[in-house]
């Protein structure tokens, strides 16, 4: 072999051998600040504890996972186009988890994922008209809302809190939950007594409270990110008034803790998506903390949250595997997810052609002094 022939043969032995370690790309799109960069925030940490876990084990067939995180501000146009420069740039296996309802809506409208071949698991927030009906590329970890205000409507009823009422965000996923409060409540035996309006940036009313008051409610629950819900907290409590509290995952304890002072978030109840990230009864959680503590000391943060995260991230992995793993493709990863079945360690993660939906969990914890929930 002649002095040129070699240095071919060389440069294309190297040239396969980065290929063959290049890296298997999932990515995640989301708003970085305000209330929506708290979940992202939350959901990024515990993915990444896992895809840093997998990579120091080997990776996937010899290749790392490569996590990519940028920032859309909240802007659903620029949403779009961080997805299509993403695809274009590092070709994803999959997106991970998309925060906020604008840029949901506009990804689905716009039909992007279907364009790109690429899938996206998890949405927040999980309301039932981003899923029907089923798109091809959009799966979701979790039930959808629905199913949570369901349980928290029958529970009511069957402890004989039949009077409810609900104070909502002033924004279309607070004003989407009151019809199915009510509806809920009425198919379980109850009656949705009292509707009120919290508006972003501004304190509860006396007047409002007063109507509540008048109202005769048995209980109440809460569609409003972790600040405004802790204002309103601690503006009842503060007038007096013990009325029960409910809200749905969305509600952070710890963040409601903080925003409405321990003693006033203290029993209000919170539903919740997945199992509790403290417990030691699955398998699961105790590696859950195991890889999270592998993470540096400000990052450990073990909430519902990151928990979502970190499962998100082993759903995403089992199906690059199924999918053919270091050489899958979207198309390749989206056909796997949909057959996917796994027993993470005691619970079960089983998506269907028709649903797209892999949890049927749904639980109902009670916030405790520590800004914890007790379930």
């Known amino acids: 072999m002649n002095k040129m022939l070699r240095w071919v043969f060389c440069a294309l032995c190297v040239f396969s051998a980065v290929g063959a370690r290049a890296d298997i790309v999932i990515a ?17 940490l515990g993915a990444q504890a896992y ?13 790392r996972i490569r996590f990519i995180v940028q920032d859309d501000g909240g802007n659903p146009e620029q949403t779009v186009a961080l997805y ?24 689905l409208e716009q039909g992007t994922l279907d364009r790109l071949h690429i899938p996206l698991l998890g949405t927040l927030p999980a309301v039932d008209p981003f899923r029907r009906p089923v798109r091809p590329y959009v799966f ?12 928290i409507a029958r529970h009511l009823v069957t402890i004989g809190n039949r009077r409810v009422a609900v104070l909502y965000f002033g924004d279309p996923a607070g004003e989407g939950a009151v019809p199915i409060v009510k509806r809920e409540l009425g198919a379980a035996g109850g009656s949705l007594v009292f509707e009120g309006r919290v508006e972003p940036n501004q304190p509860i009313a006396d007047s409002m409270l007063r109507k509540l008051l008048e109202a005769n409610a048995q209980s109440a629950i809460m569609f409003m990110p972790a600040e405004a819900a802790g204002a309103t907290v601690a503006a009842l409590r503060q007038k007096g008034i013990e009325l029960p509290l409910y809200s749905v995952s969305y509600l952070d304890p710890a963040s409601l803790a903080q925003a409405a002072g321990s003693r006033h ?7 919740q ?4 990230p403290l417990s030691n009864k699955m398998p699961l959680m ?25 499962i998100a991230a082993r759903v995403l992995v089992e199906a690059v595997r199924a999918g053919g793993g270091s050489k899958a493709t979207g198309k390749e990863v989206r056909s796997a997810l949909e057959r996917l079945n796994l027993d993470m360690g005691g619970l079960a993660v089983n998506f269907r052609p028709d649903t797209h939906v892999g949890l049927d969990f749904v639980d109902i914890g009670v916030v405790d002094d520590a800004g914890r929930l007790l379930y």
């Open 286 to 310: 105790g590696e859950f903390r195991r890889d999270m503590a592998a993470m540096p000391p400000e990052q450990r943060k073990l909430s519902s949250f990151s928990l979502e995260g970190y």
């Open 140 to 151: 979701h970890l979790r039930r959808g809302d629905e199913f949570e205000i369901t349980k």
């Open 84 to 107: 299509e420069s993403i695809a274009a740039k590092y070709a994803p296996v999959a997106f991970l988890y998309q925060v906020g309802p604008g840029s949901i809506a506009r990804l």
């Open 28 to 44: 995640q799109v989301s708003p970085q600040q305000g209330f929506l960069g708290f979940y992202t925030t939350q959901l990024t």
């Open 273 to 276: 998506a997945f199992p509790n």
């Open 265 to 271: 978030a203290r029993g209000v109840a919170i539903s």
């Open 51 to 63: 895809f840093q876990a997998v990579n120091s084990r080997g990776g996937v067939d010899g290749q």
